[in-house]
């Protein structure tokens, strides 16, 4: 039963995580951001940076991993979302 | 220590929830989300769904508010973005 449980957590983790690529790979290839809001980005962004303090004080590897990578994926949307906000 | 640890992580469960409010609001308001991903939020909405059976079988409370939350915001994401598919 433990298993079960924690096998749901790991997708749970894989999917959150993985499911920003797609929209990196979009966003990167059309640069079309705008419908993408800044706002959300500014924020998220902060809320994973916090969640990867979070695992380093907790000293959880799986939270570390998972948040390192959408810390990253979530940070280049930012990127991308503020360089087409300064073009415009 | 533990408190302040605990601050962090409630502070990053709280923004990570709460950045979607301005996203939903700016895509529900302009019903432009040419720049957002279906692939992203068909994946994410089914990660959150995910964290949601993981915090009841958990009971875990906070876990269960939070992707409660989210799991109604990133879906409004997922309606809009089927509805402007299918207009399209």
């Known amino acids: 039963m433990f298993d079960f449980v924690s096998a749901i957590g790991g997708l749970a983790a894989i999917l959150t995580t993985v499911s920003f690529v797609p929209q ?3 966003s990167y290839r059309t640069r079309d951001l705008s419908g993408v ?7 998220f962004t902060t809320g994973i940076g916090l969640w990867l303090v979070y695992g380093v004080f ?4 799986p939270l570390i991993l998972a948040n390192s990578i959408t810390f990253c994926l979530a940070g280049t949307m930012l990127f991308l979302k503020i360089q087409q906000s300064i073009k415009k």
Request: no cysteine; proline share 0%.
């Open 24 to 26: 990196v790979i979009q």
């Open 37 to 43: 809001s800044l706002t959300m980005y500014s924020i």
């Open 58 to 61: 907790k000293q959880d590897w």
